[in-house]
C-alpha cells in the first residue's frame, strides 16, 4: 500500500442517533481532531439496525448492545472506552396502571429489540414474558394507546415518562445492582478484528480522544448533540448524556469489564445465550 493510500484509510463508524452518543463522537464528527491519516465515515441507525448490522461485520467500529454482542464476539473487540454503562440505574419497565415488580411476567410488556441488554437483563430478572418489539422511540405511546400493558425503557423516556402519565414498575439498574453489586452495561463501541492490531489501535486512539474532548468542551458538544435529543428541554439532554457518557464511558475500569462478563454470563446461564461468550477487549 502506498503512503497516499495509506493516508486516506477510511473508517466507518456507525453509532444511533442518540444524544448521547451524538455527544461522545462530536470531536470526529465536526472534524475537530487531528486523526493522522484516517477518515472516520460516520452513519446513523437506530441501536437495533445497528445489532443486525453487526451480525454481518458491516460497519469498522459500531455501538452495539451487549447482548449482540454475544452473537458477534468472532468479528468484533470491544473497545476499551466509549461504553454506556449505569450504575445503580439503567432501562425502566413503566406502565400506566400502579404494578409491583412481581407483576410483571403477567403483563404484556413493549420492548425495543430482542438483541437489547435491556431485553436481556428484562428476562433474566423475568425469564417467562409476553412482549413484543415496538421502535424504542414509540414504547410510551404503546403503552399510553393501551396496546401493550407496559413498556421497556432505554433512552431519554427514562427521564420523562411521569411526565407522560406512567408509572416506573422497576429500574432494572437497581435490581442488578442489588443483584450483584455491580453496574448495569448496555451497550458498547465494537471494532472489527480482521482490520488488523495497528489500525485498531490508531483508531481506538482517536476514538478515545474524542470522548474527551467533547468533556472538555461541554457546552459545545451539548449544543451539537441538542439536533438529536428528539425535541427535548437542554437540561433533561444534559441530564440525559450526563448519565450515559461519564468515567466508565472513557475507560470501563475493572468493575465495568466484570460488569459485561457477568451480564453475559448470567444470560448463557438462564439459557438466553445457547453459547458462553468470550469477552475480549482491545488493550
Do not use: C
Request: glycine share 8%.
Amino acid at each position: 500500500m502506498s503512503s497516499t493510500e495509506t493516508a486516506t484509510r477510511n473508517i466507518s463508524v456507525a453509532h444511533s442517533p442518540d444524544s448521547d452518543d451524538a455527544f461522545m463522537f462530536y470531536g470526529l464528527a465536526t472534524n475537530k481532531l487531528e486523526t493522522d491519516g484516517l477518515k472516520f465515515e460516520h452513519t446513523l441507525k437506530d441501536i437495533q439496525s445497528l445489532n443486525e448490522d453487526a451480525k454481518n461485520g458491516l460497519f469498522d467500529v459500531t455501538a452495539i448492545s451487549f447482548h449482540a454482542y454475544a452473537y458477534v464476539a468472532e468479528k468484533y473487540a470491544l473497545l476499551p472506552h466509549g461504553a454506556s454503562i449505569g450504575d445503580k440505574y439503567g432501562p425502566i419497565i413503566v406502565s400506566k396502571e400502579l404494578r409491583e415488580p412481581g407483576d410483571i411476567g403477567k403483563l404484556k410488556i413493549a420492548i425495543p429489540g430482542e438483541l437489547t441488554s435491556a431485553y436481556l437483563a428484562l428476562r433474566l430478572h423475568t425469564p417467562e414474558l409476553e412482549y413484543g418489539v415496538v421502535p424504542f422511540d414509540d414504547i410510551i405511546g404503546a403503552v399510553q394507546r393501551g396496546e401493550y400493558d407496559a413498556g421497556l425503557l432505554i433512552h431519554e423516556g427514562q427521564l420523562y415518562y411521569n411526565q407522560m402519565g406512567l408509572h416506573k414498575v422497576l429500574d432494572l439498574g437497581e435490581w442488578w445492582h442489588d443483584k450483584t453489586g455491580l453496574p448495569l452495561p448496555m451497550g458498547g463501541n465494537a471494532i472489527r478484528r480482521d482490520l488488523g492490531n495497528d489500525l485498531i489501535q490508531r483508531a481506538s486512539k482517536h476514538l478515545h480522544s474524542s470522548i474527551i474532548y467533547s468533556l472538555d468542551n461541554r457546552e459545545n458538544a451539548m449544543a451539537y448533540a441538542m439536533q438529536f435529543a428528539r425535541d427535548m428541554q437542554p437540561e433533561l439532554a444534559d441530564r440525559f448524556v450526563a448519565m450515559w457518557v461519564n468515567a466508565l464511558t472513557l475507560d470501563y475500569g475493572d468493575r465495568g469489564r466484570e460488569s459485561v462478563k457477568r451480564l453475559l454470563d448470567e444470560g448463557h446461564k438462564a439459557g438466553i445465550i445457547p453459547h458462553k461468550v468470550k469477552v475480549d477487549f482491545v488493550d
